[in-house]
């Protein structure tokens, strides 16, 4: 198993180094300057939306609802385990890659989520659906790259990353857990939770992330500004180890030579791996939400790589290395290991503030973790609706996420890691490529926005038709009114 790992992160360190990082990095500078930073300008409206977006879903899922189930993908491991597994492999300067990879990031979820919400249809039960594949097929016309994008969000989100949150689970709650629960266990339990929601369909996810996915932020980052305030002397200290770090000549364990370049591969993919942006994931949620521009969904979505690197990945980076657990000595030793990813976040918080805290982050780390399975599981579903429209297809990836969850509560940390950072890379390419090719028609959905707001519109109304700052006409009909006809009312007990 050990040389499997390894020979998983030789092929994920290669591809990150030689492909994903440039096209990463570049696409977010090219989108940047495209819409002359639109993460920055518009950052006091990204807050608005998201204060205001509860409502206006006439009974579909309102643009807040799409929000948190990107957020529960979003703020989850990446930013517990993630960000340890970055220091461990990677050293304090990894974070810095991290900061830099959202900052660019925040203008390619901007693009994603609007070319989401350009491109969605509506599905059969009157609620919409939408994503990178659905873009791919309608705005380049290119059915089989949709179809290609489709299969690897199956297996990537359905697979691989719901393994790496289910590992996660099964180490608070297994033998060396305060529950002890053997891994069978574990596994058995996480299984059956897991069923409860994603059997259930998009709109059950939905109802849950609404009110999951702030509270268990909330949560973690209280916790997060207790440490920061009880050691708030040592802030600067931190952030400037951090920034020095980025560019200096250390070596770190796990596998890559030099430190700069261990510091920018794993800060490059567990940036990614935390906030998605680039990955095509969260335009999947984007796509589902009932709002009355495309730029409004863009401007949420685009906080939330905000919220999740700048803000929560930067307080998980400042517990560990405030607390003295950790050191790049210890990783070059080879003594803090990158299976130490697992406790490390958790022992830091212990040694700061006391052993009481090992059960209320054994609480919340199951929390981080259960929310990103049912949002993955999600993200799978509509990729094979895309597939297929046959209503019985769609049971396919439900029953392939919930036993995913089993099978990654007995795998080994190190290889569901690895396979994770390899399918995502591939996601990702295919995923910018595709924002490259219809840049265009985010900058003019924008375009149209930043028109209507100049002449005092304060909730600005998209519409399709003859629209002076598209290409060309837009497919389909949802954005041809004034807005997207607001989805039919539902029950609980309506399915996708």
């Given amino acids: 198993m050990d040389a499997l790992a390894q020979h998983l992160q030789t092929i994920s360190d290669w591809i990150t180094l030689h492909i994903t990082m440039w096209l990463?990095?570049?696409?977010?500078?090219?989108?940047?300057?495209?819409?002359?930073?639109?993460?920055?300008?518009?950052?006091?409206?990204?807050?608005?939306?998201?204060?205001?977006?509860?409502?206006?879903?006439?009974?579909?899922?309102s643009s807040f609802q799409a929000f948190t189930i990107s957020l529960a993908a979003r703020v989850g491991i990446?930013?517990?385990?993630?960000?340890?597994?970055?220091?461990?492999?990677?050293?304090?300067?990894?974070?810095?890659?991290?900061?830099?990879?959202?900052?660019?990031?925040?203008?390619?979820?901007?693009?994603?989520?609007?070319?989401?919400?350009l491109f969605k249809v509506r599905h059969a039960d009157g609620s919409f659906r939408g994503g990178p594949a659905y873009y791919m097929a309608r705005g380049m016309r290119s059915r089989p790259l949709g179809v290609a994008f489709a299969a690897l969000t199956i297996f990537t989100c359905g697979f691989s990353i719901i393994m790496v949150q289910a590992n996660a689970v099964a180490g608070v709650i297994g033998p060396a857990s305060p529950l002890g629960l053997s891994q069978g266990a574990a596994a058995a339990v996480l299984v059956g939770l897991s069923a409860l929601v994603i059997l259930g369909g998009?709109?059950?996810?939905?109802?849950?992330t609404e009110w999951m996915s702030p509270i268990m932020a909330l949560i973690y980052m209280l916790l997060a500004l207790i440490i920061v305030c009880l050691h708030i002397t040592e802030l600067g200290t931190i952030l400037w180890t951090i920034v020095t770090s980025a560019f200096g000549p250390r070596p770190f364990a796990g596998g890559v030579t030099g430190g700069i370049l261990a510091a920018l591969i794993n800060g490059t993919k567990r940036g990614?791996?935390?906030?998605?942006?680039?990955?095509?994931?969260?335009?999947?949620?984007?796509?589902?939400?009932?709002?009355?521009?495309?730029?409004?969904?863009g401007l949420i979505q685009s906080l939330g790589v905000f919220v999740d690197t700048i803000?929560?990945?930067?307080?998980?980076?400042?517990?560990?290395?405030?607390?003295?657990?950790?050191?790049?000595?210890?990783?070059?030793?080879?003594?803090?290991?990158?299976?130490?990813?697992?406790?490390?976040?958790?022992?830091?918080?212990?040694?700061?503030?006391?052993?009481?805290?090992?059960?209320?982050m054994a609480v919340l780390i199951f929390v981080l973790?259960?929310?990103?399975?049912?949002?993955?599981?999600?993200?799978?579903?509509?990729?094979?609706?895309f597939i297929s429209s046959a209503p019985h297809w769609r049971w396919l990836p439900r029953l392939v996420s919930v036993a995913s969850t089993g099978l990654g509560a007995l795998a080994t940390l190190t290889v569901v890691w690895n396979t994770v950072d390899i399918t995502m890379a591939l996601m990702t390419v295919t995923n910018l490529v595709a924002l490259l090719a219809l840049a265009r028609w985010g900058v003019g959905a924008l375009r149209d926005w930043e028109a209507q707001q100049a002449a005092g519109i304060a909730e600005p109304v998209f519409v399709s038709t003859d629209n002076p700052h598209l290409p060309a006409e837009l497919p389909g009909d949802v954005w041809a009114a004034a807005g997207p006809p607001a989805q039919e009312p539902t029950t609980m007990e309506a399915r996708p």
Avoid: K
Avoid at 82 to 110: C, D, E, H, N, S
Avoid at 276 to 288: H, I, S
């Fill in 311 to 360: 803000v929560v990945c930067t307080a998980t980076a400042f517990i560990i290395l405030v607390s003295g657990v950790y050191s790049p000595a210890a990783t070059t030793a080879g003594t803090l290991t990158p299976d130490a990813a697992a406790t490390l976040t958790s022992e830091a918080v212990a040694a700061v503030l006391g052993g009481w805290t090992a059960v209320p």
């Fill in 24 to 61: 990463l990095v570049g696409t977010g500078i090219v989108l940047t300057i495209a819409t002359r930073g639109v993460q920055l300008r518009h950052l006091p409206a990204m807050v608005r939306q998201v204060a205001s977006s509860r409502g206006g879903a006439g009974g579909g899922i």
């Fill in 272 to 297: 990614l791996f935390s906030n998605e942006a680039g990955q095509g994931t969260a335009p999947f949620a984007a796509a589902t939400a009932t709002v009355a521009h495309p730029v409004q969904q």
């Fill in 202 to 208: 998009v709109r059950r996810v939905a109802r849950v």
């Fill in 78 to 117: 990446g930013n517990v385990f993630g960000v340890a597994a970055a220091l461990i492999l990677g050293g304090p300067g990894a974070i810095f890659w991290m900061w830099m990879v959202a900052l660019v990031g925040m203008a390619t979820a901007f693009f994603e989520a609007t070319l989401a919400q």
């Fill in 369 to 385: 973790a259960y929310s990103s399975i049912i949002a993955a599981a999600t993200y799978s579903e509509v990729s094979m609706s």
